[in-house]
Every structure is written in structure tokens, then in C-alpha cells.
């Protein structure tokens, strides 16, 4: 059934998935669903209200919403929305590459396209409750060469074991850690925060690397490649984040619940 799916969206010429997009838009910002109502907590949170429009993030979201089924349809897809840059990506340094992201715009394009470019790429991902689509979800995602570890004991064991003999690694680390992290300030708030990539960059077996999406000028996308030449904490690890979407708030996924573990009451702010 996934696949079906999958394929029928992955056809769609981007202008009518664009349509569809702007249909979901209108179906979120009139339903007050959930999405919405945590972009909002959000933006006021960090006092970012006044740099966000919220029917614009709410219209991005749903094109990110559509794009995964449109890259897991046909991966190739992440060629019609990306601009890579013409220089040269990463150091000429033999050593493994150890990358960090953020959820700017859809992750899998950059995924797809690094794993493309880098052999023995470790990703690591979130499960949801879905067993039949995250297994799907995952042979798609591996399908270009990347091993996935889900992100519970057992997987995290297997990519330690993988990023200690020198595989190449990328991890979205803007998202709320479920078990060890740390806390940090994101846009001067506190925020429960993933540290792995302070403990992993501080061992200095990998050349460091912060990648993000930004607006392109002919697709959709641009992919935006940053060498950090020292290990990095948490906390400036936070401010490469901060960087990034101040030069375009409206991409960020500010629906995604950055703080729900605080460490005072409340515990969380929806």
C-alpha cells in the first residue's frame, strides 16, 4: 500500500505537488491541528512571532509533509530540488566525515544526496508507530548505500561500533533527546538537547561538518556545507542551529516540540 502511494506522488510534476501542498495548508491553518498549534508555542516561546509568518511555516511544512512520499516514491527526486555548490563539498583530509543537521525544509533530500557522495554513511532515525513504514522508510533510505540505527539501545550500540571504525556519519541533532542529553538555551530558551555530536566530535576521529538546507535560485533547495575545525559543546552546536534559521525562519520546523523536558514546572509549554 506505502509503495503504491509512494509511486502515484513521486510522478507528480513539482508544480501540482506544489498545488497539493497549498490544499494542506488550507486544511492545517482551518482544522487548528496540532502542527499549528505547536508552530505557534513555539514562535512565541522564543520570541520569534514577529519573524515568522505562520501561514507561511504552515505552508512549508506541508510541502515538507509531501515531499518525503515524493523522494521515498522515486529517491532520484532529490535531484529536481536540490542545488549542490559547484566547489569542492568536503576537505581533502583522508579522514571519515562526522556531519550535523537540523530539520530545515526535507531532510531526505540531503540525505539521498550525501549518501550519493559518501560511502559507509551511518544515519541515525527516530521510529514512529508505524513498524510496517518505518521498515519501508528504511530500506528506501539504505537503498543508496546508508546504514540506519534506529535510535534505541540496541541501534545506537551498532552505530557507535560503525563510527569508531571510521564510517562516515550524519544525525540530525535539532530534535528532543529520549533518553541521555543535556541542557542548552535555544533562541535564549532552555531546551533538552541532543549531545552527541559535542561527546563524538571531542574523540577528533572525524573532520566536522554543519549542513543545512537554504532557499535555491533554480530548485527548490540549496545545500549549505560549513567546516568546523575544532569539536564543538551543545551549546554552540545550538548557535550553528540559531545561525542558520534566522537567515530563513520560515523553514525551520518550528512545529516539532523543542520543549517538552524542561527541567522546572511546567515540564513542557503545550
Not at 520569534?48 to 529517491?75: C, D, K
Not at 560549513?226 to 525562519?249: G, H, S, V, W
Request: charged share 20%; with cysteine.
Amino acid at each position: 500500500m506505502f509503495l503504491i502511494l509512494f509511486k502515484l506522488i513521486s510522478i507528480l510534476p513539482i508544480p501540482v505537488l506544489n498545488l497539493f501542498s497549498k490544499l494542506l495548508s488550507f486544511l492545517f491553518n482551518t482544522l487548528n491541528v496540532e502542527q499549528k498549534r505547536s508552530t505557534i508555542k513555539n514562535l512565541k516561546h522564543t520570541n520569534m512571532q514577529r519573524a515568522v509568518s505562520i501561514n507561511e511555516s504552515i505552508q512549508l511544512t506541508s510541502e515538507t509533509f509531501l515531499e518525503y512520499p515524493y523522494l521515498w516514491g522515486h529517491p532520484d527526486n532529490y535531484k529536481k530540488l536540490l542545488e549542490v555548490p559547484e566547489t569542492k563539498l568536503f576537505t581533502d583530509s583522508s579522514n571519515p566525515k562526522l556531519i550535523f543537521t537540523l530539520h530545515m525544509g526535507c531532510v531526505d533530500v540531503m540525505l539521498f544526496y550525501v549518501s550519493d557522495i559518501l560511502k559507509n554513511l551511518n544515519i541515525i532515525f527516530t521510529a514512529t508507530k508505524n513498524k510496517h513504514l518505518d521498515n519501508f522508510v528504511k530500506e528506501i533510505r539504505e537503498s543508496r548505500g546508508a546504514s540506519l540505527h534506529t535510535a534505541n539501545p540496541t541501534g545506537m550500540a551498532k552505530f557507535f561500533k560503525n563510527f569508531l571504525r571510521g564510517g562516515n556519519t550524519i544525525i540530525a541533532t535539532d530534535l528532543v533527546p529520549h533518553n541521555t542529553g543535556k541542557y542548552s538555551k535555544f533562541f535564549g530558551q532552555e531546551c533538552y538537547s541532543l549531545d552527541i555530536i559535542e561527546k563524538l566530535s571531542n574523540k577528533k576521529t572525524h573532520d566536522l561538518y554543519f549542513v543545512y538546507l537554504s532557499p535555491g535560485t533554480t530548485k527548490k533547495y540549496k545545500l549549505n556545507i560549513e567546516y568546523i575545525a575544532n569539536p564543538i559543546n551543545t551549546d554552540e552546536m545550538n548557535k550553528c542551529f540559531e545561525r542558520a534559521i534566522l537567515q530563513n525562519p520560515e523553514m525551520y520546523g518550528w512545529e516539532y516540540k523543542k520543549f517538552k523536558k524542561l527541567s522546572g514546572k511546567p515540564r513542557a509549554i503545550y
